[in-house]
């Protein structure tokens, strides 16, 4: 079964920090670009950051940038979203998802993504 798992989520206060792992079984990641996005309730479903195949190209939303570090470990099948200055409007569930053409663009739409995860909660609150 081709499946991604996120894991990594949970409460932490506003300045903590968390690192979210999705890793993909039934398939290799390592021809696919990878992409993180949220979803908070009430409210469209957004890109927050990408990365290429390679993991030579990286985007990030305008809101995420300095503070979120996007990787990858293909021999682990694994990508991973590295969260710091944790903030209450980074509350979300946070989904991975894979891009068989590879593209990562700076803008992510998520029709462009093909494979997706169940999500993870990720709760900003003091």
């Known amino acids: 079964q081709l499946q991604l798992v996120e894991s990594g989520g949970g409460l932490v206060q506003p300045g903590g920090s968390l690192r979210l792992s999705c890793a993909a079984s039934?398939?290799?990641?390592?021809?696919?670009?990878m992409g993180w996005f949220r979803q908070a309730p009430g409210k469209e479903r957004e890109g927050v950051s990408c990365?290429?195949?390679?993991?030579?190209?990286?985007n990030y939303a305008d809101s995420v940038k300095g503070r979120f570090t996007i990787s990858r470990d293909n021999a682990k099948n694994t990508v991973y979203l590295q969260m710091n200055s944790l903030v209450p409007e980074d509350t979300a569930v946070y989904y991975c998802?894979?891009?068989?053409?590879?593209?990562?663009?700076?803008?992510?739409?998520?029709?462009?993504?093909?494979?997706w995860g169940q999500g993870t909660q990720v709760t900003v609150s003091s």
């Open positions: 990365i290429s195949s390679s993991g030579g190209r990286t």
């Open positions: 998802a894979a891009d068989t053409l590879d593209y990562c663009q700076a803008i992510m739409r998520p029709y462009e993504y093909d494979r």
């Open positions: 039934g398939f290799t990641l390592d021809y696919y670009a």
